[in-house]
């Protein structure tokens, strides 16, 4: 799906560690920036298999507090 807007260079999906189903989420690196921001705004709430995708630039991961 990424890939009609240029290359690919990483895809990730995020499995749940005690299940190893799919939490619902990845992450795509592309190869150029202009090429990621096309996909943003092209694939950002398109429907696919009856669910509207999310699609933005990642951003830096919020710290928890530790139990």
């Given at each position: 799906m990424?890939?009609?807007?240029?290359?690919?260079?990483?895809?990730?999906?995020?499995?749940?560690?005690?299940t190893?189903?799919?939490?619902?989420?990845?992450?795509?690196?592309?190869s150029?920036?202009?090429?990621?921001?096309?996909?943003?705004?092209?694939?950002?709430?398109?429907?696919?298999?009856?669910?509207?995708?999310?699609?933005?630039?990642?951003?830096?991961?919020?710290?928890?507090?530790?139990?």
């Amino acid at each position: 799906m990424f890939e009609a807007f240029g290359t690919v260079t990483d895809a990730v999906i995020i499995n749940d560690r005690e299940t190893g189903r799919s939490k619902g989420f990845g992450f795509i690196e592309m190869s150029e920036d202009q090429a990621a921001k096309a996909a943003i705004e092209a694939l950002n709430g398109k429907d696919e298999g009856g669910r509207a995708l999310t699609v933005n630039e990642a951003r830096p991961r919020e710290e928890r507090s530790r139990r």
